[in-house]
């Protein structure tokens, strides 16, 4: 069965650096869009980033390109969110989710299949 575990959250300050993981088991990785949402309390869920399988284009939402970085390890299975620069509205549970369907730039408000647990990324000032 398809699976995603996501890890690598924490507490930074302000202008630091995280790397987020997503680990998919029961699926080949590469077969697949990836994608990460985020969703800080009392916020709706967002879009932060996408690695679409068909096109193989990396998508990113205005508020976070020029400073998240999404990348693959198809040997490990795993994606990455590189995350430099964090700001404290960076603050939220980071979530990734997976899909066969290809959705292109729809991708935000897609019905994505597959979700991990999250990981909670912490900003401070």
């Known amino acids: 069965d398809v699976q995603l575990q996501a890890s690598g959250g924490g507490l930074v300050q302000a202008g630091g650096c995280l790397r987020l993981?997503?680990?998919?088991?029961?699926?080949?990785?590469?077969?697949?869009?990836i994608a990460w949402f985020r969703q800080a309390p009392g916020m709706e869920r967002e879009g932060v980033s996408c690695?679409?399988?068909?096109?193989?284009?990396?998508y990113y939402e205005d508020f976070v390109r020029g400073r998240f970085t999404m990348f693959s390890d198809s040997a490990k299975n795993t994606v990455y969110l590189q995350m430099n620069n964090l700001e404290p509205e960076d603050t939220a549970v980071y979530y990734c989710?997976?899909?066969?369907?290809?959705?292109?730039?729809?991708?935000?408000?897609?019905?994505?299949?597959?979700w991990g647990q999250g990981t909670q990324v912490t900003v401070s000032s």
């Open positions: 989710a997976a899909d066969y369907t290809d959705y292109g730039n729809t991708w935000p408000h897609a019905p994505w299949d597959y």
């Open positions: 993981s997503c680990v998919g088991s029961g699926f080949n990785i590469d077969d697949y869009s």
């Open positions: 690695l679409s399988s068909a096109e193989d284009i990396t």
